[in-house]
C-alpha cells in the first residue's frame, strides 16, 4: 500500500491529452512539493516534473504539472506512442521524514 | 554532467547483508548540492525509497528499512554505499542509487544546520538487480 494514491492504468490516443492524478495528505503533497517521474520498461526512472510544475532541461513541455491541497496532477498533452510507460508520483512526507511514492499508473497509448 | 553507476554481488544468501556500492564521476561526492539516495524497486513493483545521506554524513531512512540499512559516504572514492542486513527474498529487486534535490527549508542536526532533502531524485544510476535466494 503506497503513501500517495495513483490510479493504476491510463489510456489515450495520439494527440490527446491525458491527466493522471495523485493523492496525499497534509505530511507529504499538502505541505511539500510534488514530483513526476517517467520510466519506460527496463530502464531507471527520469524526472519529469519536480517542484510540483518545474521541467528538468530537456523534458518537453507537453509534460505539465500541478498541484492543490493535498492533490496533484500530471499532464501530457500531443501524446505520442513513446509516451507509453509507468508514471510515478513522489513528495517528502514530513511525518515520516522520507520521501513517499504512488504506487505508479501504466500509461497506454492506443 | 552526474552519472551514477550501482555495483555490487548480484545473489546474496537470506539472511546476509546486502552491500551496494554507487561510484559518482562527473562531480563531487563532498558536493553541498544533493543528498545521495537509494531506492529499490522489487520485480513488477512500484519504487521504493530506502534513505538518502548529505556530504556531511547526516542520513534520512525509510522507517520501515531503519532497523536494517546503513548509507555511507567515501569521499576518497567518490562513492557511496548501502547495507542491509538480514536480507529475505523480499528483499530482492532493482536497487538504484541518485542524486536528490534540496528543501529549501534547513534543519538542526549533530550540531549543525543542514539544508532538508527534497522529494526529488534528478540523476539516476542504470540500477542492478539483488537477487536473494540460497
Known amino acids: 500500500q503506497s503513501v500517495l494514491t495513483q490510479p493504476p492504468s491510463a489510456s489515450g490516443t495520439p494527440g490527446q491529452r491525458v491527466t493522471m492524478s495523485c493523492s496525499g495528505s497534509?505530511?507529504?503533497?499538502?505541505?511539500?512539493?510534488v514530483c513526476w517521474y517517467q520510466q519506460l520498461p527496463g530502464t531507471a526512472p527520469k524526472l519529469l516534473i519536480y517542484r510540483n510544475n518545474q521541467r528538468p532541461s530537456g523534458v518537453p513541455d507537453r509534460f505539465s504539472g500541478s498541484k492543490s491541497g493535498t492533490s496533484a496532477s500530471l499532464a501530457i498533452s500531443g501524446l505520442r506512442s513513446e509516451d507509453e510507460a509507468d508514471y510515478y508520483c513522489?513528495?517528502?512526507?514530513?511525518?515520516?521524514?522520507?520521501?513517499?511514492f504512488g504506487g505508479g499508473t501504466k500509461l497506454t497509448v492506443l | 554532467q552526474l552519472q551514477l553507476q550501482e555495483s555490487g554481488p548480484g545473489l546474496v544468501k537470506p539472511s546476509e547483508t546486502l552491500s551496494l556500492t554507487c561510484t559518482v564521476s562527473g562531480g563531487s561526492i563532498s558536493s553541498s548540492s544533493y543528498y545521495w539516495g537509494w531506492i529499490r524497486q522489487a520485480p513488477g513493483k512500484g519504487l521504493e525509497w530506502i534513505g538518502s545521506?548529505?556530504?556531511?554524513?547526516?542520513?534520512y531512512y525509510n522507517p520501515s528499512l531503519k532497523s536494517r540499512v546503513t548509507i555511507s559516504v567515501d569521499t576518497s572514492k567518490n562513492q557511496f554505499s548501502l547495507k542491509l542486513t538480514s536480507v529475505t527474498a523480499a528483499d530482492t529487486a532493482v536497487y538504484y542509487c541518485a542524486t536528490q534535490g534540496l528543501s529549501s527549508s534547513s534543519t538542526w542536526r549533530g550540531g549543525g544546520w543542514y539544508p532538508l532533502p527534497d522529494g526529488y531524485f534528478d540523476y539516476w544510476g542504470q540500477g542492478t538487480l539483488v537477487t536473494v535466494s540460497s
Open positions: 513522489a513528495a517528502w512526507d514530513d511525518s515520516l521524514s522520507g520521501v513517499v
Open positions: 545521506i548529505y556530504y556531511s554524513g547526516s542520513t
Open positions: 497534509s505530511s507529504n503533497i499538502g505541505s511539500n512539493f
